[in-house]
């Protein structure tokens, strides 16, 4: 995928609505921005959340603070902390993250 042109823009997040987000357990508070087809978040999950679907969109997740577990379909558990990135392609490997204390993501897909 090719980022398109357009001109260079900043924002703060403060500015960004948050929307809530129920989960299986606990919730999750997105602030999206969309740029053309790629949306940009900063997402927060609950202490006790878990998502409530298996998600089958690529992202690129960059974890602020907290942790989280990712489990993928297949059996794997993938454990993030604060400081760590993951990336997976659309309709690559099926994924639902969890965060027993809450965390603070930035997500690009």
């Not at 900043?10 to 989960?23: L, M, N």
């Not at 099926?94 to 603070?104: D, E, L, P, Q, T």
Request: charged content about 30%; overall charge positive; hydrophobic content about 30%.
């Amino acid at each position: 995928m090719k980022i398109s042109q357009h001109p260079f823009k900043t924002f703060t997040w403060k500015g960004i609505e948050k929307v809530k987000y129920k989960g299986e357990k606990g919730f999750a508070t997105w602030q999206t921005i969309m740029m053309d087809e790629i949306r940009i978040r900063i997402v927060e999950y609950s202490a006790g959340y878990r998502a409530d679907h298996w998600c089958n969109k690529g992202h690129v997740i960059y974890c602020i603070k907290g942790r989280m577990k990712t489990e993928l379909q297949g059996g794997r558990i993938v454990k993030m902390k604060k400081g760590m990135t993951y990336h997976v392609g659309d309709d690559s490997e099926a994924h639902r993250s969890s965060s027993k204390k809450g965390c603070k993501l930035f997500i690009v897909d």
